[in-house]
Structure formats: C-alpha cells, structure tokens
C-alpha cells in the first residue's frame, strides 16, 4: 500500500517536470506576442442619408479589427472586421440628429490597440417623407401625366388603406375636408383631402395637397414637420380598388379654388419629389 503511493508520486512528478521543460521551451521560442499597432481613423464621413464612412490605416500584429461606439473608457462593438480591411460603411447607425463617437480596435494575440476617437453627426432630413414608402409609386400615375386634355398636376403615390400621411415640414392646414374626384373616379364621388401651406427653406411659400386621405386636422391648425395628418382611405377607380396618396405641390400667393388633381396646365405646379429635395 505505502509502497504504491510511493511509486505514483513519483510519476506525477515527473509528468510535471517534463511538462514545465515543455513549457519553458514553447516560451523562449516564441516569445511573448507582440501587441498590435494602434490604427488611425483618416477619414470619417456621413452623407445626407445618413451613411456613415470610416477609413483606417492598417496596424500590425492584429488577427482582426473592431468598429466600436463610445470612448476608450466605455464602448459598445458594432461591427468586427477582417485583417485586411482598411474601411467600413454602414446606414442606421444612430437617430437623426444625433452624435456619435467612434473608433477602430485592432485585436491582436498580444493584446489591442485603439484608433483616435471621431465624431460624426447624423444629419436630420429637411423634410418628412409624406408617406414612409414615398416616393415609390407602384405604377400609378404620375406627374405631368395627360388624361382627357388635363394634366395630373402631383404625383400619385401607392398605399394601403389606413396608412399614415405626415406633413412634410411646418405649415398651417389652408383646407381640410372632401372634395369631388377624392373618392372615385368613373363614377366621381367625393374624398378626403387636405391643402397645408408650407414654407421651404429660402422663405418661399408653397401649398402641399394631401388627396385620397381622411383628414386628422382643422383648417387654421398649424402642424409641425413629421406630425400626422391623416390616413389613407378607399379609392376606386372603375370599380378598382387603387388606395394610393395624391400628393401635389403649388408654388405661388394664392391656392386656386379648383383643379386640386389635374388642371389645365402645369404652370405652378412642381414635381412633388425634387422640389422637396431641392427646396426644403
Ligand atoms: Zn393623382
């Protein structure tokens, strides 16, 4: 019995020195891992939608690169990137408006090194979108379009009925109520619709025809950038079921008092989508 003990001591002791000879071996070969270089942010950049662009000068001794959010005291990684990498481009990254500090981590087997810090700054679109979808129209009926001699003076927007429609920036609600044409077409019958007077960025004043939507506010009301306005309803045209949002914009002192939908020319009126992302 005391002898067994003995002798399996001794072997452990010897499966621990050849292990420490092993051991001591492996780390005076390699050494200990060298810690990676410090990579440097060299452009940052974020455009009009919202993308933001990081560019980086590659660092040594690193396996792979983290995007982090934050500071060097406290950060959050958003992305993980490959040896190679030198740039990284991504949407979303915060709401409009908002400031964001970010930076590159290079990880190494011998530890990470951090790029300098950069802020960026997400930019608030100048105006809402009328309908989220916007200006994606499903094959309706655009602007400038010609149907019996008139022309379809806004532009046509796809939707489901019960959608939201949203002010495109701060106005005063000029008309809000139903209107013939706004219902159907062929037979015509009366729908909702609402005129809102909007100022665009150099103090130009313009009028937004909301059509084909059930109105959530007064006339005299002012309603601010982004507010919801109303929602849209049924719309046929022979009998065919076509929900969708006339969206129109008249440039000029005086809204008229008739051709809200088609007129019989095109003179002050503007094609919905580049006059907002020209004038607003
Ligand atoms: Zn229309």
């Known amino acids: 019995m005391f002898r ?7 072997v452990m002791s010897l499966v621990l020195m050849a292990f420490s000879v092993l051991l001591a071996g492996g780390l005076s070969e390699a050494g200990p891992k060298p810690k990676p270089t410090a990579p440097y942010i060299h452009r940052a950049t974020v455009d009009e939608s919202g993308e933001v662009t990081l560019q980086f000068t590659a660092s040594r001794n690193q396996t792979h690169y983290e995007v982090r959010m934050g500071n ?6 958003i992305a993980q990137l490959g040896a190679s990498s030198t740039s990284y ?17 290079a990880v190494g087997q011998g530890g990470s090194a951090d790029s300098n810090v950069v802020k960026l700054r997400i930019p608030a679109p100048r105006y809402t979108k009328p309908l989220a979808t916007f200006p994606e129209t499903g094959g309706y009926l655009g602007f400038g379009a010609e149907v019996s001699g008139k022309r379809h003076n806004g532009g ?19 008309y809000s109520g139903s209107y013939e044409g706004f ?11 609402m005129v809102i007077e909007h100022t665009n960025r150099s103090g130009g004043r313009f009028f937004a025809v909301y059509g084909h939507a059930t109105p959530l506010v007064k006339p005299g009301v002012r309603v601010t950038k982004g507010q919801r306005i109303g929602t849209i309803h049924m719309f046929k045209n022979g009998g065919v079921a076509l929900p969708h949002l006339h969206f129109g914009i008249y440039i000029g002192d005086r809204f008229p ?7 019989s020319s095109l003179a002050n009126w503007a094609e919905p ?3 907002l992302d020209n004038n607003l």
């Open 156 to 174: 046509d927007y796809k939707s489901t009925v019960g959608t939201a429609v949203f002010a495109v920036t701060d106005g005063v609600v000029v």
């Open 257 to 263: 008092t008739s051709g809200w939908g088609y007129s």
């Open 89 to 105: 481009s991504t949407k979303r990254l915060a709401n409009p408006g908002e400031l964001v500090s970010l930076f590159v981590r």
């Open 4 to 10: 067994g003990r003995q002798k399996s001591l001794s």
């Open 183 to 193: 219902g159907s077409l062929n037979p015509s019958s009366k729908g909702g619709v």
């Open 273 to 275: 989508k580049a006059y």
């Open 72 to 77: 060097a005291q406290r950060s959050t990684k």
